[in-house]
Structure formats: C-alpha cells, structure tokens
C-alpha cells in the first residue's frame, strides 16, 4: 500500500471511529429515539446482519478457498481452513452471553438494571465492553487489510450500536448517563488505538473478524430483533436497513473491483 493509501485509510478509520464514540457518548439525547425506537431499532439490527452476511461472510469464503491449497500448520493452519468454526464459536460464545443477561433480568430490574455485582451482571457488563473494544480494533485492524471496506464496517457498527446502545440506556438510563457512555466510548477507542500502533497477520485478523461476525449475528437477534413488533413498521425498518445496507456494500464492492 503506497503511504498516501495508507494515510487516507487512517483517517477515514480515525473518522469512522469518531463516529462510533459519538454514538455511545450521545445515544440518550438522540431525539430520533425519544418517540419511537422500535424503528430504529429494527434497523441497526438489520444493517448488521446485512453486513454479516453480505461483506464478512464472503470474504470467509475466499480466505477459505484459498488456504485450503495450503497444508495447515498447527492449530492456527486448522483453524485457519475452518473459518465457519470460528464464527460458530463467536455465535455460541455470545449466545451464552445472552442467555446469562436474560437469568439475571431478575435481579438487574431490582437494582436499576446494569449493575456492577452479581455474577450474571459482570458478566454481561464485561462482555458488552469487550464486545465495544473488538469492534474499535477492527475498524482500526481492517485499514491495513482491505481499507475501503473499513469505513463501511465503523458505519454499519455505529447503526448497530444506536440500537444496542439505546436497550442499554432503556434498562439503565442512570448507569448508562453516568459511566457506561463513558467506559463503552474508552474502550472503542483503546481497540482502535491498539490495532493503529500494531500490526498482525491476515490469518489472525480472518479469525478475529470470524468470531466477531458470529457475536454480531447473535447480538442482533437476541437483543435488537426480539423488539420487532407485530402490525407495526418495525418489520419494514427491519428490511430496509438490511436491504438499504446490502445495496451501499455491493455498490462499494463494484467499485472497489474497477480500481
């Protein structure tokens, strides 16, 4: 990559990762989201599965068909040619999450929702942050990769934090204004700063991006989807995010290929 490349990578990633921080920091002013969230809540969710589906998993695909020539090398070579492995690894990972927010509903409802105790809680405190962190390393990893494709990943991931953002804020809007705002736009950003200032192979970049496409999948449908409405327009805002983001990849990836 020639250095003028590679400084306007950077800054469309320094862009796309500002964009991010801004949703964690101003979700709960956001005035599209005080009449009627559902929406807009469908529509992150379908954004990020479009971009599981339509960016992520093909680039998989390639990287699988292309190793599969190759003999692997340890347990990174296996994983390696077992790229879907990896992602189903993420989803039952995240999906574990999930399942451990919904035992300790119960006890969140008592104490004002995300709390800092409580096994259940922490646990999805801390998995809500490392799942901030993966995304800002990703958005500041994918630069040195493939760089284009980057900045519509921080976009897609900031439609999608606006929904995940504001269910946190709705069950702790207190907790939410007065340190996870903050600790989820710090973490982001430590992930981005970490992916700028090091550099890793492409084979542990597929895998880190495997295994956070499987999270993504499972974040959608466990905590964005299940708000989806029947005889509302959430199904429609749904679709059109999923529709409307699936156009803007392959428009990019049409492009991308004439260069």
């Known amino acids: 990559m020639i250095v003028e490349n590679a400084v306007l990578a950077i800054v469309l990633s320094l862009l796309g990762i500002l964009v991010l921080v801004a949703v964690h920091l101003f979700v709960p002013r956001m005035k599209i989201l005080e009449r009627e969230a559902g929406p807009w809540i469908s529509a992150s969710a379908g954004v990020a599965i479009a971009y599981v589906f339509v960016d992520v998993m093909p680039l998989l695909a390639r990287q699988q068909s292309t190793m599969m020539a190759a003999d692997p090398a340890g347990w990174l070579g296996f994983l390696e040619h077992h790229a879907y492995l990896v992602a189903l690894a993420g989803f039952a990972f995240h999906y574990g999450i999930a399942l451990s927010r919904t035992a300790d509903a119960g006890m969140a409802a008592s104490t004002g929702g995300l ?35 980057g900045l519509l990943f921080a976009l897609a991931m900031a439609v999608h934090f606006i929904g995940r953002n504001h269910l946190a804020y709705e069950q702790a809007p207190d907790a939410y204004k007065r340190w996870l705002r903050f600790e989820l736009a710090a973490v982001t950003l430590a992930g981005w700063l970490l992916a700028i200032l090091t550099r890793v192979s492409d084979l542990v970049f597929f895998l880190a991006i495997s295994f956070l496409a499987g999270g993504i999948i499972v974040v959608a449908m466990s905590v964005e989807l299940p708000r989806i409405r029947a005889n509302s327009t959430d199904f429609l805002a749904f679709n059109g995010g999923l529709v409307g983001f699936s156009i803007l990849l392959l428009v990019a990836e049409y492009f991308r290929d004439l260069g």
């Open 115 to 149: 709390v800092r105790g409580g096994l259940g809680s922490r646990f999805s405190l801390i998995s809500l942050l490392i799942y901030a962190f993966l995304i800002g390393y990703m958005i500041g990893e994918k630069w040195d990769h493939d760089y284009q494709p």
